[in-house]
């Protein structure tokens, strides 16, 4: 069968009866099909009106088999009839006697109680003697008649103290019928223990009913209740910019505590920086960027050097891992892969070979200049991007030699680094043939270097 | 064997002021004053210094060859050691290699001196290397990672059974807020990188170990292996560091 002939349904009824279930959905074109389909089969097995709710159609499971169905147990041997008889429950008091349908198997009448009896559960408040009552009892709020009549309604009401609220003669709320309830009982557990630490860990005892809190749990829900969307929106708002404002104040801090003596002179930089940093509404992007370059990794940096005193022992590798990676905390990911192409570049293991003090606190200082380094030239093209822009704004009407004179000398400036960049390549390699020292250093480099830093200046080009 | 000098401080030689005449004469006027305080600053003192133990860990490999079978088709080591060689036990207690789960017992304990493990297999897998120090070291272990490799880098030419696979690597343990006894101990080993004290501070003297004179030889000057082991010079990669700063310095 094609598959539009199964999706569309068949025109016509085809003489031979297809098995049920070829058809999927039969569109409306083909109700008037339907209804002789539906008279020429009815299956066995199940009626055919509810065949017929399926939609006429058979369904794509299996049903359950009728031969699985349980049949009823004893079906045959005994004889059952229904009778309407009385019963009476355990859980009336009253003697009431009513009537209803009852199973009888063989002429007995099941035995037993009403079945739905042992579902009346109560609560069993707790009564107290008048006596208890002077010597435990009194509180100034409330009298003997109050209090009485309060646990009169608690039983009779199973603690359902909204309704209890609603049948007190005196208006009290719920929360005060509650606070009263649960000191009686309390101190009437506290008075009847044989010993006290008997009842030290009965709920009552150990978390007493705090009505203030009560009340102010309530009020507090009630008012989430009633928030409109624009206050919850404000709400999430407030709660991100206190997160944020803690958190940089906890960096600030950071650096504070530590006795580091060359963190001191930074350390009012760092506020100010983090501040900078924290504040979205920043004067000048360049200023931010800046401050907000440098203040950060200060703050990192300094919070993992605690933490590594926090450890007492560790590799000199994982606590160079953990400098480099708070030093660069500040950067994207595309800048930390270009430091470490420079690193390449410069023939520098990005992970030393010899981890010693020395090498690693090299590495680690190696690494943060080039990360300045990296950000300035950042920079140079960004004043670069405003400044032509802005030239090209003014010399709008000239658009002749000026722009171009300048963009001339700009492009030279930037020419200028990597020429320098492999000069000095070439200067290493030759100081090092000098040395005689092994290694692969700066051979082939200086070519590659320098057709890279070009190609990368290329893409801001005006 | 040729001993790498590095750049760090050699304590034999090196010594702080405490040995010197003069220091003794400071050390008496020392005492005459309250000793509290300067057991205070010593204490002080202690808790900025950190001591740094230099160590090499890896694996040495060699083909079988002829006796190679399908599940033993290689004998290796896999050790801990000092970094110049020297004996480390006096900070580490024991060892523990955790193999691969299909090697029997895979929790092999090395407890003295030389710290190694030698199997035999087929595979390459992660050892997990724990380090247990003394008492008075640390009281936490120190956990090294280190895959175990028997093939060759490169498929150049056929296998030999002369010429292993070797691979280590060079790191140091640093110990944050040494403890007094700790400092006094190690402060003139030669496994140990110990910071000078400032003039003037006085230890007392160590107290050894337990069973120190029980315990054999621990260094690996002479050990079986030690023809294959690494040369890691410290020189070299300041050198190069040195040299790639002043570039970058130059363009800033």
């Not at chain 1, 900078?276 to 200060?298: K, R």
């Not at chain 2, 050390?27 to 004053?33: A, C, H, I, P």
């Not at chain 2, 004996?87 to 003295?112: A, E, M």
Request: some cysteine; proline content about 8%; aromatic content about 8%.
């Amino acid at each position: 069968m094609d598959a539009k002939d199964i999706l569309l349904g068949l025109p016509k009824p085809t003489t031979t009866p297809t098995p049920h279930g070829h058809q999927l959905l039969p569109l409306p074109a083909d109700k008037k099909s339907r209804p002789p389909k539906e008279s020429q089969r009815k299956p066995d097995g199940i009626s055919r009106e509810v065949y017929a709710l399926t939609g006429g159609l058979a369904p794509l499971m299996p049903s359950v088999d009728v031969n699985h169905l349980k049949r009823r147990a004893q079906s045959e041997n005994e004889k059952i009839t229904w009778q309407w008889l009385p019963f009476t429950s355990s859980a009336r008091k009253d003697n009431l006697q009513l009537y209803h349908w009852v199973r009888v198997v063989n002429g007995v009448p099941p035995s037993g109680d009403y079945s739905f009896a042992k579902y009346n559960k109560s609560v069993d408040v707790i009564k107290y003697t008048d006596d208890e009552y002077e010597k435990h009892l009194t509180d100034p709020m409330w009298t003997k008649e109050e209090t009485d009549e309060l646990f009169d309604l608690c039983e009779r009401f199973d603690l359902r103290f909204i309704v209890i609220a609603d049948r007190f003669p005196t208006s009290r709320t719920v929360e005060e019928l509650k606070s009263r309830y649960y000191s009686v009982c309390r101190a009437i557990l506290i008075a009847r223990a044989p010993a006290p630490g008997d009842i030290a860990g009965h709920p009552l005892v150990k978390d007493a009913y705090n009505i203030s809190q009560d009340v102010e749990r309530k009020r507090a829900l009630s008012m989430v209740l009633s928030q409109t969307k624009q206050q919850e929106r404000r709400d999430a708002e407030v709660l991100a910019e206190a997160k944020r404002i803690s958190e940089a104040r906890k960096a600030a801090k950071g650096t504070d505590e530590l006795e580091v003596p060359a963190m001191t002179d930074t350390v009012p930089d760092d506020n100010d920086g983090a501040a900078a940093a924290v504040d979205s509404l920043s004067p000048s992007p360049n200023a931010q960027f800046t401050s907000g370059a440098i203040a950060p990794p200060v703050s990192e940096i300094a919070s993992t050097l605690a933490s590594l005193r926090m450890m007492r022992v560790y590799l000199r590798t994982h606590a160079l891992e953990q400098m480099v990676q708070a030093a660069s905390s500040s950067a994207g990911l595309r800048t930390i892969k270009r430091v470490e192409q420079t690193l390449q570049d410069l023939g520098v293991n990005l992970k030393p070979k010899v981890p010693t003090k020395a090498v690693c606190a090299e590495h680690l200082e190696l690494r943060k200049e080039i990360l300045t380094l990296l950000n300035l030239q950042k920079q140079l093209q960004y004043k670069e991007a405003e400044g032509s822009s802005y030239r090209d704004g003014l010399y709008a009407e000239t658009p002749g030699t000026p722009p171009k004179r300048v963009q001339r000398a700009v492009e030279q400036d930037r020419t200028f680094v990597p020429d320098s960049f492999s000069f000095g390549g070439e200067r290493m390699g030759k100081r090092d043939q000098k040395r005689k020292a092994p290694g692969r250093l700066l051979e082939g480099p200086p070519s590659p270097a320098q057709s890279k830093r070009p190609r990368k200046f290329k893409a801001s080009d005006g | 064997m040729p001993q790498s000098s590095s750049s760090s401080k050699k304590h034999g030689t090196d010594q702080p002021d405490i040995g010197g005449p003069a220091s003794k004469s400071q050390r008496t006027k020392m005492v005459k004053s309250s000793d509290d305080t300067e057991k205070k600053n010593l204490a002080k003192k202690l808790k900025e210094l950190e001591i740094s133990v230099p160590i090499v860990y890896g694996n040495i490999a060699f083909w079988l060859g002829k006796k190679a079978s399908e599940y033993q088709s290689h004998k290796w080591t896999v050790y801990v050691r000092g970094g110049t060689n020297e004996d480390i036990s006096v900070v580490v207690k024991r060892v523990v290699f955790q193999l691969h789960s299909s090697f029997n017992n895979p929790t092999r304990v090395v407890d003295g001196p030389p710290f190694e493990l030698s199997e035999s297999g087929w595979g390459e897998f992660e050892i997990v290397i724990t380090l247990h120090f003394h008492n008075d070291v640390c009281e936490k272990p120190l956990h090294l990672y280190h895959h175990l490799k028997l093939y060759p880098e490169d498929d150049s030419g056929p296998m030999s059974t002369k010429k292993p696979v070797v691979v280590e690597s060079y790191d140091e343990i640093v110990f944050t807020e040494p403890s007094e006894g700790f400092f006094s101990r190690v402060q003139n080993h030669p496994a140990v990188v110990v910071p000078r004290l400032p003039a003037g501070f006085a230890l007392p003297p160590p107290v050894p170990l337990e069973d120190a004179d029980k315990r054999r030889r621990g260094d690996t000057k002479d050990h079986t292996l030690s023809q294959w082991f690494s040369n890691f010079s410290e020189a070299d990669e300041l050198l190069k560091l040195a040299a790639a700063r002043q570039q970058s310095n130059l363009l800033l």
